[in-house]
């Protein structure tokens, strides 16, 4: 009678090991597959996909070394192309500004000042205009 449950056990334990590991390797395979194509174009070096990637690492300390190895790659302007975002955000808020000179309680204005500086990580500012825009329509 021990033996047979003895055997049983083996049994059911081999049974329950290899359904964990078939488990395991159905969804390693399955989740191989979700990898962000941005991975892909980076190691391929496209260089729109550096380019993005680059515009995300600029806040680490290692970015300029990162960069460097790139414009080996890509040409000296690669740096341009990663911050004209940046500078094209900076252009359009210093027009919504002149825009505010002609007319400060302009509430859309106002408002998209507040949001491009929240997207420029200026919290103080944004919060600036965010509170100028509610004293003209406190609605917002």
Not at 32 to 45: A, G, M
Not at 52 to 73: G, H
Not at 117 to 123: A, I, V
């Amino acid at each position: 009678m021990l033996n047979k449950v003895t055997i049983l056990g083996k049994t059911t334990g081999y049974i329950f090991a290899g359904t964990v590991f078939a488990s395991y390797v159905t969804l390693n395979v399955l989740f191989s597959q979700w990898i962000d194509p941005l991975y892909f174009d980076y190691v391929e070096e496209k260089e729109p996909a550096v380019v993005q990637t680059l515009e995300k690492l600029q806040t680490i300390p290692e970015f300029p070394q990162v960069l460097a190895v790139q414009k080996n790659i890509f040409g000296e302007n690669l740096k341009d192309k990663v911050v004209a975002p940046q500078l094209q955000q900076k252009q359009r808020i210093s027009q919504l500004e002149k825009l505010l000179e002609r007319n400060p309680s302009a509430r859309d204005v106002l408002w998209n000042v507040s949001r491009l500086e929240q997207m420029s990580d200026n919290p103080d500012k944004a919060k600036e205009y965010a509170d100028r825009a509610k004293a003209v329509d406190p609605t917002l």
